[in-house]
């Protein structure tokens, strides 16, 4: 079974930093694009960044960027770094991954369980 499985997640005061990891496992032939979601209690689930190989291209949302960094490694990991956290950017963090699980079969998003990233003073 492939499993995406976030760490980093915790409370932060405003100003302040926090770097989430993802961790991808199992039986896998090809990894593509890896992102990272944020939900909000109550509101919709929302593309922070995304990026497309260790040196490839990368997207952010407009609140992300400048602020936010997101970067992978060739050990099949994902990493968000968030500086100058706001309250707003409390919520929790999903990271996503395009995986091929074996030659001839279509590509699929999988995606991890969260962690919980909360901002306040």
């Known amino acids: 079974q492939v499993q995406l499985v976030e760490s980093g997640g915790g409370s932060v005061q405003p100003g302040g930093s926090l770097r989430l990891s993802c961790a991808v496992s199992?039986?896998?032939?090809?990894?593509?694009?890896m992102r990272w979601y944020r939900q909000a209690p109550g509101s919709q689930r929302e593309l922070v960044a995304s990026i497309t190989t260790t040196d490839g291209p990368v997207d952010y949302a407009d609140f992300a960027k400048g602020r936010f960094t997101i970067s992978r490694d060739i050990r099949k990991m994902v990493y968000l770094q968030m500086n100058s956290l706001t309250a707003e950017d409390t919520a929790v963090y999903y990271c996503n991954a395009d995986i091929r699980v074996k030659l001839g079969v279509p590509l699929a998003t999988y995606w991890g369980q969260g962690t919980q990233v909360t901002v306040s003073s």
């Open positions: 199992g039986s896998i032939f090809s990894i593509g694009i």
